[in-house]
Every structure is written in C-alpha cells, then in structure tokens.
C-alpha cells in the first residue's frame, strides 16, 4: 500500500448511484486510494464487483427508510464519513429509453414526472446529506453534488428538447450546495459539479471515460481550495457563477 492510501485507510466515502458509469468510477477511484467505501443503488441484483473495503446497499433515495436504513449501516461501519458523493440521478431525453420524456418537451409534460426527477436529482441529495452528518469527519469531509451543464444557461452541449425536469433539478442541486455551504459545521465542504459527457448507460453518446472524470472530480478535493465551498464548478475545478453561467 502506497503512502496516498494510507491516508485514507480509516476513512469511509459514501457513494450514490454506484452501480455503472460515473459512481462505479467514484468507487474504483476511491477504493486505489484506501477508503471504505459504502456503494448504493436502488438495484444491486447485477453488480459483481467485490472488495475487503467495497459494501453495496440496496438503496431507493425517494424512501425515507431507505434513508435512515443506510445511515444505521454508515453508524455500525464506525469509520468517519470523509467524502459523500450524491451522484444518483435520472435524466429527461432519450439517453433513459423514454421513461421521464414527461419532464422534457412542451405538450406532455407531466407533474408527477416532473415531481420525480427534483424528488431524485435534488431533494434526495439534501436528505441524505442531513441525515449522514452525524457521521461526517469533524475535520475534514466533503459533499460532492453530480450536477451538469444542464444546469446553466451556458450549456456546453446541444439541448434537443426543453428537458425541463432535468435542468431545473440540477439548478436546484446546485443552489441546494449554494445555501448547505451556509449551515454544514466547521471542516465540512461542498460543491456541485458538471463531469462533462461520461459515457454511461444514461449518457451512451458520451465521450467521455468515467474513470478519468472521477479522477479529475476527487482531484479537487485532494487540492481543496476553501474558496470553493458551496460553488458550482466544472470537473476540472473552473469555477462557474452563481447563475451558472462559467466565470470569466
């Protein structure tokens, strides 16, 4: 075990949405570095990756109980929460085989589509960030929040249709790590992040590695700057501003 490992060794890092794309990087990522890591999904029925250090949770971020059931196992684990990455979300276009297309375009949008993906991609994240924070490091932890472009009105990629639910979601996201900056204790960041266009079941047409996104993302916050916290930044640690659109 290399010197960066065991830095970490006696740490946990909890990541959502775990199970492909950029949140099986994440764990990847995190577990080379020494963490424990606690990986949920709402289905682990297909997940085959296993480790000393790797715990897969069965996990449905719209339950309460799933909630709660998944800060109980963080408490029985008895290592400090030092990173958790809300990185479980569901998208509007075409790229989630139509299921939410009732978020996307003007004519069939529908409330309880739309109530869906902010329970998921927004209220989600701030539940499960206010039930883990008994668990956190009182020294150092760190929120990630898996926003997008999608969020700002500077969008780096084509939008086909309005997608409405999906980029007000993450909007919401992103001032949700804008206002939990305020209240989170002393030795506790945040931010929200854009990883670019990972290639994943959701994102097909991505071109990007996920694995070398992760490694970029977990970058920020080995280089922590504190003038970073509650911001919304771009995967290589560039700033955007409050709005969204990227700073000059």
Same mark, same amino acid.
């Given at each position: 075990?290399?010197?960066?490992?065991?830095?970490?060794i006696?740490?946990?890092?909890?990541v959502?949405g775990?199970s492909?794309?950029?949140g099986f990087?994440f764990?990847?990522?995190?577990?080379?570095k020494g963490?424990t890591?606690?990986?949920?999904?709402?289905d682990?029925s297909?997940?085959?990756?296993?480790?000393p250090?790797l715990?897969?949770?069965?996990?449905?971020?719209?339950?309460?109980?799933?909630?709660?059931?998944l800060s109980?196992y963080?408490?029985?684990?008895?290592l400090?929460?030092e990173?958790?990455?809300?990185?479980?979300?569901?998208n509007?276009?075409g790229?989630?085989e139509g299921?939410?297309q009732?978020?996307?375009?003007l !004519?069939?949008i529908?409330?309880? +589509?739309? &109530?869906? %993906?902010?329970?998921?991609? @927004?209220?989600?994240? *701030?539940?499960l960030?206010?039930e883990?924070?008994?668990?956190f490091?009182t020294?150092?932890a760190?929120?990630?929040?898996v926003s997008?472009s999608?969020?700002s009105?500077?969008?780096?990629?084509q939008n086909?249709?309005g997608?409405y !639910?999906?980029?007000?979601?993450? +909007?919401? &996201?992103? %001032?949700?790590?804008?206002s @939990?900056?305020?209240e *989170?204790?002393?030795g506790?960041?945040?931010?929200?992040?854009?990883?670019?266009?990972?290639?994943?079941?959701m994102?097909?047409?991505?071109?990007?590695?996920?694995?070398?996104?992760?490694?970029?993302?977990?970058?920020?916050?080995?280089n922590w700057?504190?003038?970073?916290n509650?911001?919304?930044l771009?995967?290589?640690?560039?700033?955007?501003?409050?709005?969204g659109f990227?700073a000059k």
């Amino acid at each position: 075990m290399n010197k960066l490992s065991r830095q970490y060794i006696n740490k946990l890092a909890v990541v959502t949405g775990a199970s492909q794309g950029l949140g099986f990087a994440f764990l990847e990522c995190l577990l080379e570095k020494g963490y424990t890591v606690v990986a949920t999904s709402r289905d682990i029925s297909t997940v085959s990756l296993t480790h000393p250090r790797l715990h897969w949770r069965q996990v449905d971020l719209r339950l309460d109980q799933d909630i709660g059931n998944l800060s109980k196992y963080v408490s029985e684990i008895g290592l400090p929460v030092e990173i958790l990455a809300n990185n479980a979300a569901i998208n509007g276009e075409g790229v989630s085989e139509g299921k939410y297309q009732n978020s996307s375009k003007l !004519g069939s949008i529908s409330r309880s +589509a739309m &109530l869906e %993906m902010f329970e998921i991609n @927004s209220i989600a994240p *701030l539940l499960l960030t206010q039930e883990l924070l008994r668990h956190f490091d009182t020294k150092r932890a760190f929120v990630i929040n898996v926003s997008s472009s999608r969020a700002s009105q500077n969008d780096e990629f084509q939008n086909l249709d309005g997608n409405y !639910g999906y980029r007000a979601s993450k +909007a919401a &996201l992103n %001032m949700i790590t804008f206002s @939990s900056a305020i209240e *989170l204790p002393d030795g506790t960041s945040t931010f929200s992040v854009h990883p670019g266009g990972v290639t994943s079941r959701m994102n097909p047409k991505g071109k990007l590695s996920a694995r070398h996104q992760a490694r970029k993302i977990l970058r920020i916050v080995s280089n922590w700057n504190n003038e970073l916290n509650g911001k919304f930044l771009n995967y290589d640690g560039a700033e955007y501003d409050f709005m969204g659109f990227r700073a000059k």
